[in-house]
DNA sequence: TTATATTGTGCAATCCATTGCATAGAGTAT
DNA sequence: ATACTCTATGCAATGGATTGCACAATATAA
């Protein structure tokens, strides 16, 4: 295996000192011309290149942050990604992307490694799983910036970046009552997650504003994909509530939902409305196409990246961000009953 | 600015020496378990943790891996990422995510970065742009296994995972020939790539099979966006090409072509059978499901994964593995003429 | 009791780049 | 010609963990 070039080697070559290579690759003022020339020269000769692990041994810097999403492969956490990137690589940052897989041990384990790695800061989303939070402290009291984005937990000294939950609630809420609806059902996801519960709290506070009672039987659980959307239809469906919407806090239950009704001949929206969460790309392209909440993760993860520099250039002053982006909503087929009128 | 524990600290702490505290951590057996012990609560206690920066700098190994895409958010390359992270997490690799977004420029950016950070191994999907490739072979001058899957790079010493995409090109044409197709108009991406070249080689070995005479203005060409799809629609409807049949080489085409030839009341599939490539998620949530190839990313990471381990197994031998992954072709509403008899 | 084996630690060099301090040599002023 | 600046470089320590070699302390054998 061939040995790694350093700055000794090309020092050696050009019978100078490892210093005067360093300056000279640090275009620093003290070295001549000549000398940065020729040392430049034999760098692309040699095809040196740094190492970071001693930059980073020596500086305790490494411009890498850490970045924990629960899976990668979902359309929400990609364009997060994408949003921290775009923000952060102009300003020279590496970002390490990690996947936690909805993992309480994974997540400790992932940061474990990001401290390990010595990273300047650490931006994640919480696992569904995670109930113990000590591998979050130990982030604080290394004195790192940790951003939450989207799911967060109750750290002390610690940012967060989160759509407006509650807010996102009401207005789908709101749109269905403002479509004649008053029997909404409502799917949650695990309500020990803030999202979902923000979520529900929204859709209760819409409720009571236009004075419909809430009815805990209208409430049902369902994990997040089609197969349990359809499930739940089901249960919806053969329960005596006599429902004339169903709200759903995800759009792949909103999916299995709409593939159950059709299925029973159940006419959306005119019998029942669904109304998703998320705005994946798939709700404009369905046939019917589904109204749902966009939650702007590409803006969530610029926003995140930005608290994150923020605390990089005011190191001293402990600063905690609580940023909520309003949410949107998209309304299509699912749920826009134009011939209103003509049923009653 | 909290410092951060070191090895010293806790010798300094216990009046030992470094040497004996490494030792102890790494669970040495010339230590006694009472030091052991000892160590081990004081390490915890000052909440200490590897520096993984020393170690690459001593060890020259990180246990680091790089790979790049050029977009992490799209459903093909987040599932290829999946499969590689699957693979070499649980060998104590981790892995560095980087995405081109498509420009050389970036791309060479990464490698470089990827050398700095003295990376084990490099699993790369070129970027489109990407003509030049001399950061390639800067990874097979530093003796490190460069895996190509997808799209690769011409590189002596490299290996390559990718799709046997010209016999994707093949059964897909060999589908629509068997519906009864003969004028299958073939909508290509950028033929710089060699996924695109493959596919359009199997379109035309196909043709040729079945003594279907090749046409060349039955060739479109567009971006693998809906909006290109839709335009290329036109484009083929307007011309005096009578076609029966459309091969896209993109779903996102096939899909935008679709919602073109509905909206100009084409039926599908028995006026033009559609087909797209890649097998997006999305295509059987439509309500007119799209033909597709599935290409299997999950497995191409899991296996390009491999490849890296294999190498690193045999790090003397010059290893090039080739794998081609077959294809398989779901058959959806798209291209599945079910009344073909009752037309002519 | 003395010689020898065993066990547990310490010493010091190493990996690579940076940087404060020292200094040789060239240049300028008197 | 002498004293005094600069300029361009070298020297050596630093950062954190590892590890071959040396050696002290203890245990065992003779």
């Known amino acids: 295996m061939k040995k790694k070039t350093t700055i000794y080697d090309i020092a050696t070559k050009l019978n100078i000192t490892a210093a005067t290579v360093s300056r000279a690759l640090n275009d620093s003022e003290l070295i001549s011309k000549k000398t940065k020339k020729m040392v430049l020269e034999a760098a692309d000769e040699l095809s040196y290149f740094k190492n970071r692990h001693a930059l980073a041994l020596k500086s305790g810097r490494t411009n890498q942050v850490g970045l924990v999403v629960p899976f990668i492969n979902r359309h929400f956490f990609s364009n997060i990604i994408m949003g921290v990137e ?81 807010l996102g609630g009401k207005i789908a809420t709101q749109h269905l009552i403002d479509q004649g609806c008053s029997q909404i059902a409502y799917v949650t996801v695990d309500l020990n997650l803030n999202i979902y519960t923000n979520r529900f709290k929204g859709y209760k506070e819409s409720l009571k504003y236009n004075g419909i009672d809430f009815r805990k039987e209208l409430v049902f659980q369902a994990n997040s994909d089609i197969a349990s959307g359809r499930k739940v239809a089901r249960q919806i469906l053969s329960s005596d509530a006599n429902i004339d919407a169903i709200f759903c806090s995800s759009d792949y239950i909103a999916l299995g939902v709409m593939q159950e009704l059709k299925e029973q001949n159940v006419s959306i929206p005119d019998d029942v409305a669904v109304v998703g969460f998320s705005n994946e790309p798939f709700t404009e392209l369905l046939d019917l196409t589904l109204t749902s909440i966009e939650q702007s993760p590409y803006e969530m993860g610029k926003s995140a990246a930005r608290v994150f520099l923020d605390q990089m250039n005011s190191k001293n002053a402990i600063i905690e961000h609580a940023i909520k982006l309003k949410p949107r909503l998209y309304i299509r087929d699912s749920s826009l009953k134009n011939n209103r009128k003509t049923h009653n």
Request: charged residues 30%; glycine residues 2%.
């Open 86 to 166: 775009e923000e952060l690589y102009p300003k020279g940052y590496q970002v390490m992307i990690f996947q936690s897989n909805e993992s309480e041990r994974k997540e400790k384990d992932i940061i474990e490694a990001l401290l390990q790695n010595q990273v300047d800061g650490v931006l994640i989303s919480v696992s569904k799983t995670t109930r113990i939070k000590d591998h979050f402290n130990k982030i604080i009291d290394n004195n790192l910036p940790l951003i939450f984005f989207d799911r967060k937990a109750d750290i002390e000294n610690s940012s967060c970046v989160e759509t407006d939950d509650v």
